[in-house]
Structures are given as structure tokens and as C-alpha cells.
């Protein structure tokens, strides 16, 4: 199964809400990755935040990083028609530099 | 413009005929891997490599192989291809080290009939 695994799989708003999805992990990382993905087309990377950090903002983005529960949240404020797409979590294989693993993703559905 | 170039973008082929997918970036970037994206498996890795003629397999090589001999390219071949190798293909590339995110192309949809 994906180390990384999203939460929930689908996620429908309203413009101008908040969206949040979530990641869970198995093994040890030393940093935990989010991409975007429109329909069909290549992924788009958003943010990165290392293991030795519990939080990150970029723009309207803020995630989170818990070690100890394994997991990581991606926050997307005051969303957008735009933000509709796919989001993935990716993390690396800690002591086993150059493999990755990605979720199965979120699909978030931001109506106007 | 910075980036990773993949080529098809749209293949269909026949059963066992040999295919190479090429992967190109432009950023000088010594890591490039490659991945196969399927409705409710999410992306899962085929093969990276760290630099130059260093490949290392991910977690779904089978069927696959691929080169690096040099720094720019990192073609993905498919021997034999058979119809479960139809998928939508990524490759991607970064900085080696950690802390860096990856840069992606825009995908290869192969169907193998």
C-alpha cells in the first residue's frame, strides 16, 4: 500500500471557504511533500516542509507536520474555483534517498 | 523555460512491440525518476536515478527498463509492452539532496492493445 495516504478522498466547498486534507505515513521521512495536480496533467509542486518543522505557510497554503502521529495537513484558505484539483502528498524514504511515495490524492471540487 | 519535456504525449501501441517514452529537463538536475499514474492507485514509482549512470528501481520496475547516460535524459523503455502497462506516465526531476521539490512533465498516456 502508498506510504503516504490522503484524507478525505473527495472534498466539495463553496468559494471562500477553507479546504483542508490530510496525509497519513508508515516509516520515517525526512520531509513530506504536497503537489497539485489539474485533470489529466503533470503535478505541480506547492510546498515541502522538513521533518525538524511542525508548520509552513506559502500564500493562501499553511501545512502541518506531526512526526509522532505521522501525519500532515495541507490547509487552503479562502478558496478558489482555480484550486479545484487533485492534491497528493509525497514523502521520501527517509534513509533510502531518491525513492518517493505519493497518496492516492484528494480531489477537491471548489464551487463558484 | 525550465523544464521537463516528455515525449509522446499520446501513444497507442500493440502488444510486445518495443517503446521508448524520452524525458528531458533542462535544469541541470542530477535526480530524475519515473512514475505510472492508475485510477485508485495514485502515482507509484517505476525507476530513479540519482546522477549519470545511476539507476535504482522503485517500487514497480517490472517490465520497465531505463538509461542515464546523460545528465538531461532519462529515457523510459518498455521491451514487451502488454495491455497492464497501459497507464499515464510522469517523469519528474530535482536537485539531489533533500529539501527539494520535484519538477514534473506533462505526462505520457500510453495504451497498449
Known amino acids: 500500500s502508498q506510504q503516504g495516504e490522503e484524507d478525505p478522498q473527495a472534498l466539495s466547498i463553496q468559494e471562500g471557504e477553507n479546504a483542508t486534507m490530510n496525509c497519513s505515513y508508515k516509516t520515517s521521512i525526512n520531509n513530506l511533500q504536497w503537489y497539485r495536480q489539474n485533470s489529466g496533467r503533470g503535478l505541480v509542486h506547492l510546498i515541502l516542509i522538513r521533518s525538524n518543522e511542525r508548520e509552513k505557510h506559502s500564500g493562501r497554503l499553511r501545512v502541518t507536520l506531526d512526526t509522532s502521529k505521522k501525519s500532515s495537513s495541507l490547509l487552503i484558505t479562502a478558496s478558489r474555483a482555480a484550486d479545484t484539483a487533485s492534491y497528493f502528498c509525497a514523502t521520501d524514504a527517509g534513509t533510502n534517498a531518491g525513492k518517493s511515495t505519493f497518496g492516492d490524492g484528494t480531489t477537491l471540487t471548489v464551487k463558484p | ?113
Open chain 2, 1 to 113: 523555460e525550465a523544464q521537463v519535456t516528455q515525449n509522446p504525449r499520446y501513444l497507442i501501441t500493440v502488444t510486445g512491440k518495443k517503446l521508448t517514452v524520452t524525458c528531458s529537463q533542462n535544469m541541470n538536475h542530477e535526480y530524475m525518476s519515473w512514475y505510472r499514474q492508475d485510477p485508485g492507485l495514485g502515482l507509484r514509482q517505476i525507476y530513479y536515478s540519482m546522477n549519470v549512470e545511476v539507476t535504482d528501481k522503485g517500487d514497480v520496475p517490472e517490465g520497465y527498463k531505463v538509461s542515464r547516460k546523460e545528465k538531461r535524459n532519462f529515457p523510459l523503455i518498455l521491451e514487451s509492452p502488454s495491455p497492464n502497462q497501459t497507464s499515464l506516465y510522469f517523469c519528474a526531476s530535482s536537485w539531489a539532496g533533500e529539501g527539494y521539490g520535484y519538477t514534473f512533465g506533462s505526462g505520457t498516456r500510453l495504451t497498449v492493445v
